[in-house]
């Protein structure tokens, strides 16, 4: 499998490093940087594995048609929804993560 994170979402994710330790959701920038490579370690290894679920019309608007996401639990409060593509090329199969939010954000659209 292969996992490709689109250049927005690595974006986020750095940005979400500094969000979470300006926050005060991490005492320390070091803490918040782990908390996010962890996240990132998880979906590229784990996101195959996980149920698809196809995206609501409310992301396939903004991200594009076939369009699915899966749930990643951080921890007891917070979920991470991961929405993505799936293809095939000579019979290769690639995730293309397009859009990543959490329970906080977005679950009122799922």
């Not at 195959?48 to 679920?53: A, C, G, Q």
Request: no cysteine; aromatic share 20%.
């Amino acid at each position: 499998m292969n996992i490709y994170i689109t250049p927005e979402v690595i974006h986020y994710l750095n940005d979400l490093v500094t969000l979470l330790y300006e926050k005060g959701y991490f005492s320390f920038e070091d803490s918040a940087i782990k908390y996010v490579d962890e996240l990132l370690d998880e979906i590229i290894s784990d996101l195959p594995t996980k149920l698809k679920r196809p995206a609501p019309d409310y992301f396939t608007k903004q991200y594009g048609k076939g369009l699915y996401y899966a749930v990643f639990q951080k921890s007891k409060y917070t979920q991470w929804y991961v929405f993505f593509r799936v293809y095939q090329i000579n019979g290769d199969v690639f995730y293309q993560v397009r859009y990543i939010a959490n329970n906080h954000t977005v679950a009122q659209y799922l």
